[in-house]
């Protein structure tokens, strides 16, 4: 019995000891917690109660509303556990997608640490990337894109700590998604580059299973949509931003030689959309995420090309970021800021599809009013979230359609003192639905 015991605590010291070992060996670096890291820990801070902030402005959308009612992604079933379990509200809706985002933010900035020449240079990278508008939209709405972003940064993070390939992890997220299909076509770049025949078969068999599964993907009519997609990367990149991160893929490919996974995957990423966005209209949510893991390969380039130079020579990078942030921050402000836009005109912007139905809902459970007709079938779906359902006691219509048709309670939705919408709330004996 005694000698069973020490063979267990024998074979247990032993795992630990090979582990230990092999986290010494393949570690590429360590260190301690410095001023930086303190910093960077501000910044996140900063950014996730901006995230919050920007979540309890908003209310669930249409589109969301559907999907979470019909999930058909692994997304929304979670979603759907998870509203389940905290209950039916827009911080247990959207705090995956910010949890995620987190995650996100700190892989992006240990790559930095690990990829970039000076410590500070991570929290360059990290407040670009914050900054980016496709970022704060994956971070807050409910897109594919966080969890996509999440898995590819993963990779290149145990590709450069540990010089080895997760050859599982490439295989197991190349077949969660047609987008994460790149992984293959990276891989097996690299694989071709090193000689590895072996990773370039696996690499053919699994961009074939991944086409196979996500057919339906790619089809119909073909349609051109090149322009449109190169537009909406632009805007989700923020245009000059993206100008320079083309440029600088190119140059990380024909000129510095970069041998990372980094390279492979943004490089096969962009090329893989645009064809694509020849044949058909594409989710530019799904691939967009493709391009952001080239992030650390812009700001390497943009300060060796500065710190090169001598310092009087440094002005007109200085003056390209400079313009680049610029612009990056003032979208931004126009995100989460939008509605200063009502003080200027009452008409919808583009974020109006994520307004008026909580404060609505708001509205109507205050007066003890949990059931309501309502002949707009959107409205009432992005309600019911919000625990107003189908009832037969009042009935609310839109004064834009009505104002004259009905009398009863006239209920107001005000964004900074501006009325935004107007609505009649109906006893049902005068309803006319």
Same mark, same amino acid.
């Not at 996730?48 to 559907?66: A, D, N, Q, R, W």
């Not at 009087?312 to 509605?339: A, Q, S």
């Given at each position: 019995? !005694? #000698?069973?015991?020490?063979?267990?605590?024998?074979?247990?010291?032993?795992?630990?000891?090979?582990?230990?070992?092999?986290?010494?060996?393949?570690?590429?670096?360590?260190?301690?917690?410095?001023?930086?890291?303190?910093?960077?820990?501000?910044?996140?801070?900063?950014?996730?109660?901006?995230?919050?902030?920007?979540?309890?402005?908003?209310?669930?959308?249409?589109?969301? #509303?559907?999907?979470?009612?019909?999930?058909? #992604?692994?997304?929304?079933?979670?979603?759907?556990?998870?509203?389940?379990?905290?209950?039916?509200?827009?911080?247990?809706?959207? +705090?995956? $997608?910010?949890?995620?985002?987190? $995650?996100?933010?700190?892989?992006?900035?240990?790559?930095?640490?690990?990829?970039?020449?000076?410590?500070?240079?991570?929290?360059?990278?990290?407040?670009?990337?914050?900054?980016?508008?496709?970022?704060?939209?994956? &971070?807050?709405?409910?897109?594919?894109?966080?969890?996509?972003?999440?898995?590819?940064?993963?990779? $290149?993070?145990?590709?450069?700590?540990?010089?080895?390939?997760?050859?599982?992890?490439?295989?197991?997220?190349?077949?969660?998604?047609?987008?994460? #299909?790149?992984?293959?076509?990276?891989?097996?770049?690299?694989?071709?580059?090193?000689?590895?025949?072996?990773?370039?078969?696996?690499?053919?068999?699994?961009? +074939?299973?991944?086409?196979?599964?996500?057919?339906?993907?790619?089809?119909?009519?073909?349609?051109?949509?090149?322009?449109?997609?190169?537009?909406?990367? &632009?805007?989700?990149?923020?245009?000059?931003?993206?100008?320079?991160?083309?440029?600088?893929?190119?140059?990380?490919?024909?000129?510095?030689?970069?041998?990372?996974?980094?390279?492979?995957?943004?490089?096969?990423?962009?090329?893989?959309?645009?064809?694509?966005?020849?044949?058909?209209?594409?989710?530019?949510?799904?691939?967009?995420?493709? $391009?952001?893991?080239?992030?650390?390969?812009?700001? =390497?380039?943009? =300060?060796?090309?500065?710190?090169?130079?001598?310092?009087?020579?440094?002005?007109?990078?200085?003056?390209?970021?400079?313009?680049?942030?610029?612009?990056?921050?003032?979208?931004? =402000?126009?995100?989460?800021?939008?509605?200063?836009?009502?003080?200027?005109?009452?008409?919808?912007?583009?974020?109006?599809?994520?307004?008026?139905?909580?404060?609505?809902?708001?509205?109507?459970?205050?007066?003890?009013?949990?059931?309501?007709?309502?002949?707009?079938?959107?409205?009432?779906?992005?309600?019911? =979230?919000?625990?107003?359902?189908?009832?037969?006691?009042?009935?609310?219509?839109?004064? !834009?359609?009505?104002?004259?048709?009905?009398?009863?309670?006239?209920?107001?939705?005000?964004?900074?003192?501006?009325?935004?919408?107007?609505?009649?709330?109906?006893?049902?004996?005068?309803?006319?639905?």
């Amino acid at each position: 019995m !005694t #000698s069973k015991k020490y063979s267990k605590d024998s074979l247990r010291s032993y795992l630990q000891l090979r582990l230990a070992i092999w986290l010494e060996k393949h570690s590429h670096t360590k260190r301690k917690f410095t001023i930086i890291d303190v910093w960077f820990v501000i910044l996140l801070s900063i950014n996730i109660l901006s995230l919050l902030f920007m979540v309890s402005e908003i209310s669930i959308s249409f589109k969301e #509303s559907e999907k979470l009612l019909f999930p058909s #992604s692994l997304l929304f079933w979670w979603i759907d556990f998870v509203t389940e379990i905290f209950g039916a509200n827009d911080y247990s809706l959207r +705090g995956s $997608c910010i949890a995620i985002h987190c $995650c996100n933010v700190i892989l992006l900035y240990m790559i930095g640490r690990l990829y970039l020449k000076k410590p500070s240079d991570s929290l360059f990278l990290v407040a670009i990337y914050m900054l980016l508008p496709g970022i704060n939209f994956s &971070a807050i709405l409910l897109y594919e894109s966080g969890f996509i972003i999440f898995m590819l940064l993963l990779i $290149c993070y145990i590709h450069l700590r540990y010089k080895r390939i997760p050859y599982i992890l490439i295989f197991a997220g190349g077949l969660l998604n047609l987008a994460l #299909s790149v992984l293959f076509i990276a891989l097996g770049i690299y694989a071709i580059r090193h000689k590895k025949t072996k990773t370039f078969i696996a690499c053919i068999v699994g961009f +074939g299973i991944n086409m196979f599964a996500y057919s339906s993907d790619i089809g119909g009519t073909p349609s051109a949509h090149f322009l449109d997609a190169l537009g909406e990367l &632009a805007m989700l990149f923020s245009p000059f931003l993206f100008l320079y991160y083309i440029y600088v893929l190119y140059a990380g490919v024909a000129r510095r030689k970069d041998d990372t996974l980094m390279i492979y995957i943004s490089v096969s990423g962009l090329i893989l959309t645009l064809l694509l966005s020849f044949r058909q209209e594409i989710n530019i949510m799904n691939f967009a995420p493709l $391009c952001v893991v080239g992030l650390p390969i812009m700001v =390497f380039d943009f =300060f060796n090309n500065m710190r090169v130079r001598l310092k009087i020579y440094r002005l007109k990078f200085k003056v390209r970021i400079f313009i680049i942030c610029g612009v990056l921050c003032l979208e931004t =402000f126009m995100i989460f800021g939008n509605k200063l836009t009502y003080l200027f005109s009452p008409k919808p912007n583009f974020a109006s599809n994520y307004y008026i139905a909580k404060d609505l809902a708001h509205i109507l459970l205050s007066s003890n009013i949990n059931g309501i007709k309502i002949q707009d079938h959107k409205l009432a779906l992005r309600l019911n =979230f919000y625990g107003i359902n189908a009832g037969n006691t009042y009935c609310l219509y839109s004064d !834009t359609k009505h104002q004259t048709k009905h009398k009863g309670e006239t209920i107001t939705i005000k964004y900074l003192g501006v009325v935004v919408a107007r609505y009649t709330l109906v006893k049902n004996n005068a309803c006319r639905i």
